[in-house]
């Protein structure tokens, strides 16, 4: 059962006809957990707008719980739940305010579906009586969350709600969906943050508005198509700069303590490497078969 | 429904939470009628003003004692020369100078009429105008007085009538303005405001994809200003009535519908600044100059339409609280009634009706 | 100035009534290093970067930044740093060359140094067909790479950087950190904020900031050793897991 079909979807900006998405498709299963991960600028926000039925699509189709995003926009709009971007709740308004006013917004009451958001919730519920604006970023996030959740959407829309927080508050925030997949509600979620992609059932890498792949996160690792090897040296710029100048190199880029580079020749001899490494006169050097990212997938798509 | 109650008691929260929110809503009347009020006829109360009696007889004598006796002027009496009057406006203590000719009542009783000079301090034309006006009055009654028995009149000075205002109360006309005012600030701008911030917010993006109707977003968002813009009217009044001593002579019902209709002029405004705009900033900047400047400008209140050039005449017809303003006065001040009004009132109306369907028609459910 | 330290602060505070948003750092930063300043959201980071940047006077303890004093040479500090964050980045309704041209006026630069630079800038980034291009028009990417050259368009001891690649892709975001090493290359202290932990990897040494205080400050490779750690990411985790303070 698919909860949302995306089919050739294109949104165009102003006089100039921007292309923000250009031809994209792709389908979400009832009960995923979908990232769209790309960096900003690459159409995101503008494909969850569409689906939320804020925008209007210059091209193609797309199907929300069965329903087309421009013509049964109503029926979207009373099922779904959506976070946008910038979302900062009524700051003058404290958690349980918040809470309560969504929920009557939506038609319902927290106490009906108190056991979708008990979770996330007991973790503020301390501070119910704070406005939301004393509130720090992890909170914050939680409690829009909640308020995203009070009316028991059938598929809910997270644009980017780990933007701007720090590394602890994304985790926390991560294994909150995890658990929430449990409820079986459909999430898509969108994020530039490479490492959150393995948290994700599928996901789709995205760029300038195109689609470079959607699979799940083990199988776009599992099918990089070349040897990556992790390089390690006491002097990581000039590591990078003799990698780059190494005759048989295909891409090469810093990637954390290490350097992650592909060659032409798969069956490069990593002694011969070391070698040539220390000849160019680096120390501590060190070299191994690299675990795949995400993110090196994404910039072998890039490159 | 329960929606529509959830949403305007969040808006309250929002407006009661906000200290600069009340402050301009309840601050700003207060301050206002205050000001424009009792600080422009404070300015004309116990003026100084300085008596050269070259006559020093009878008629003079009672017209002194009747000037000094208005609670306009203090009197100070000194026997000067012409040069010597510059001097004394130059210390700048003095509004003005009243001299009476050495035959003053010689005049008076022979050739039946007399003159009197007032000399005023014109570098604050307002004031001088204010003064020369409260004086010829007062001696336009006391020439009312001494003629009550006779036949051939005196005559002292050319005839001044204060129209409507026999008290001489210059807060009159301000009453009618600073509500105009008022409600502009409050419905316009705090209305237009109010709804562009939860645009920058990222809230309007959730009400929007809500099963609430996005026109009653709207609806729900106006609806608490309607309220507290006629509490605001209802301020007004009570301290029109209770501090300035000014009574509304016309019906209060009647001030008040049409009070409603203009708020709701005002709603219409602001709601389609609010659609027009994404910034708040915006939205207050053209709120201000858009609709608080020809307010300030065209209802008359400040600057009299008869005396501006055609043109601008024919701009201050399409300013609503132009139109307002006159209805205002009249119910207020001259006691009129729909009968008289409903000219006025129709084109409020039509205006109402016109930016009403203006703003739902731009009115979007959508983000572009 | 004594031997070639550009950052030297001790015991650094600041007070905001009861809350003390940075409590008593003490840290040297070196000519040429690139110094990660880390913490979660609300540890202090601004706060401290303010300071610094001579925006903020401290409350107590004392700093010098290129030798000059945080108290009362605030003039001379602005004269001889660089700032970028991802927030403040150009005039978008500028050109890029009009935005290179004006940030070297504000820095005093000659018309000629200004010309020069500019068409250096230009060619280095690859950007000469884009000159009379607005900056709003541009990529974000780009837009951050633009950024980062006009902060140092003045030669500054120290650069600034505020969490400089946010939401930039993994390629644009290694070409940035390119231009970070060349910097410091030159001589050029690059003082940095990110979220992105693999990229703390990059800086020579890391401070991690918990609720105020500086809690470890160390290089990458002892922190991981000492907090037995297999990334940054799990330093960064189990430190910042137990601070109080959110922003």
């Not at chain 1, 971007?85 to 349980?96: C, M, N, P, V």
């Not at chain 2, 407006?15 to 402050?23: E, F, K, P, Q, S």
């Not at chain 2, 203590?93 to 000399?119: C, Y």
């Amino acid at each position: 059962m698919e909860a949302v079909v995306v089919k050739n979807l294109t949104k165009t900006y102003g006089k100039e006809k921007t292309v923000a998405v250009d031809n994209v498709s792709f389908s979400v299963n009832q009960g995923e957990l979908f990232g769209l991960i790309g960096p900003d600028g690459a159409g995101k926000t503008s494909i969850f707008r569409m689906l939320t039925t804020l925008l209007l699509p210059d091209g193609g189709s797309a199907h929300v719980d069965g329903h087309d995003i421009v013509q049964d926009f109503r029926a979207i709009r009373s099922s779904v739940g959506y976070m946008p971007g910038k979302f900062s709740l009524y700051q003058d308004l404290t958690i349980e305010e918040n809470l309560h006013f969504f929920a009557t917004v939506f038609g319902t009451t927290i106490d009906e579906n108190y056991h979708l958001i008990k979770d996330i919730y007991v973790q503020i519920e301390p501070f119910k009586n704070r406005r939301a604006g004393k509130l720090s970023g992890g909170m914050k996030q939680k409690l829009a969350l909640c308020c995203a959740l009070i009316h028991k959407p059938t598929t809910l829309f997270l644009d980017e709600p780990t933007t701007g927080v720090d590394p602890v508050s994304r985790k926390e925030f991560w294994e909150m969906l995890r658990r929430l997949r449990e409820q079986h509600i459909t999430i898509l979620v969108s994020t530039p943050y490479m490492d959150e992609a393995s948290l994700c059932d599928r996901i789709a890498l995205i760029q300038s508005g195109k689609i470079l792949s959607i699979d799940t996160p083990q199988n776009i690792v599992n099918t990089y198509p070349d040897r990556l090897l992790a390089i390690k040296a006491n002097e990581m710029y000039k590591l990078l700069k003799v990698l780059e100048g190494h005759p048989g190199i295909l891409n090469s880029y810093a990637f954390g303590e290490y350097a992650h580079a592909t060659f032409r020749d798969a069956h490069t001899d990593t002694h011969a490497l070391q070698v040539y490494l220390r000849e160019h006169g680096l120390t501590g050097v060190e070299v191994k078969d690299a675990e795949v990212t995400i993110e090196d997938s994404f910039i072998k798509l890039l490159h | 429904m329960k929606q529509f109650l959830a949403f305007v008691r969040k808006e309250f929260y929002h407006v009661l939470r906000d200290r600069r929110t009340l402050l301009i809503l309840f601050g700003m009347p207060i301050a206002q009628i205050l000001i424009f009020g009792f600080a422009l006829t404070n300015e004309v109360k116990d003026s100084e003003i300085l008596v050269v009696d070259y006559a020093r007889d009878n008629a003079s004598q009672e017209l002194l004692t009747k000037i000094g006796s208005s609670r306009y002027f203090n009197i100070r009496q000194a026997a000067l020369s012409h040069s010597e009057i510059l001097g004394a406006f130059k210390k700048g203590k003095i509004k003005a100078v009243v001299v009476f000719p050495a035959d003053f009542n010689e005049d008076l009783l022979h050739q039946n009429k007399a003159q009197i000079q007032i000399i005023t301090d014109a570098t604050d034309v307002n004031t001088a105008n204010m003064i020369t006006n409260y004086l010829s009055s007062i001696i336009v009654d006391y020439q009312n007085q001494i003629n009550q028995n006779l036949e051939i009149p005196y005559r002292i000075t050319p005839e001044v009538r204060m129209l409507y205002n026999p008290q001489l109360k210059g807060a009159h006309g301000f009453v009618p303005g600073v509500m105009a005012l008022v409600l502009l600030l409050v419905s316009v701008m705090m209305t237009a405001i109010s709804i562009v911030r939860e645009k920058e917010s990222g809230t309007m993006e959730i009400l929007l994809v809500s099963p609430f109707k996005p026109v009653l977003v709207i609806f729900a968002k106006a609806f608490p200003y309607l309220a507290l813009s006629l509490v605001n009217v209802t301020a007004i009044l009570l301290l029109s009535v209770f501090v300035l001593d000014l009574p509304v002579k016309g019906s209060v019902v009647l001030l008040f519908a049409e009070s409603t209709l203009f708020i709701i002029t005002c709603l219409a405004l602001g709601i389609f600044i609010s659609i027009k705009t994404d910034s708040q900033q915006i939205a207050m900047l053209i709120s201000l100059m858009g609709m608080l400047l020809p307010t300030m400008m065209f209802s008359g209140f400040l600057f009299p339409i008869e005396n501006m050039p055609i043109p601008l005449q024919i701009i201050s017809n399409i300013v609503p609280s132009k139109w307002f303003y006159i209805i205002v006065k009249s119910i207020m001040i001259k006691g009129l009634g729909i009968t008289a009004l409903w000219k006025e009132t129709l084109i409020l109306l039509g205006m109402t009706l016109f930016l009403l369907l203006v703003s739902l028609k731009s009115f979007k459910i959508r983000l572009q | 100035m004594q031997d070639d330290k550009v950052i030297v602060c001790e015991k650094l505070t600041k007070r905001f009534g009861d809350f003390i948003a940075t409590n008593e750092i003490t840290f040297d930063v070196h000519r040429g290093e690139i110094f990660g300043f880390l913490g979660a959201n609300g540890a202090g980071k601004t706060t401290a970067m303010r300071m610094l940047c001579g925006l903020s006077s401290p409350s107590s303890g004392k700093a010098t930044i290129a030798g000059y004093d945080v108290y009362t040479q605030t003039e001379q500090i602005k004269k001889n740093i660089g700032y970028m964050s991802q927030k403040f980045s150009l005039y978008e309704n500028l050109t890029v060359r009009e935005n290179i041209e004006f940030f070297g006026g504000i820095y005093g630069l000659s018309d000629e140094r200004i010309q020069s630079k500019t068409e250096e800038l230009l060619q280095r980034l690859g950007l000469k067909t884009e000159a009379n291009k607005l900056v709003g028009s541009l990529p974000l990417g780009w837009k951050q790479k633009l950024s980062f050259s006009v902060a140092v368009l003045h030669e500054p001891k120290i650069v600034f950087l505020d969490e400089p690649t946010g939401g930039v892709d993994p390629v644009t975001r290694r070409q940035f950190w390119d231009m970070i090493y060349q910097a410091a290359d030159s001589g050029i202290t690059v003082f940095v904020t990110t979220h992105y932990m693999d990229e703390a990897e990059y800086c020579n040494r890391i401070s991690i900031m918990v609720d105020g205080r500086m809690e470890v400050l160390d290089t990458p490779t002892n922190l991981k050793s000492s907090f037995r750690a297999r990334s940054m990411d799990e330093v960064f985790y189990q430190l910042a897991r137990g601070a109080k303070r959110g922003d």
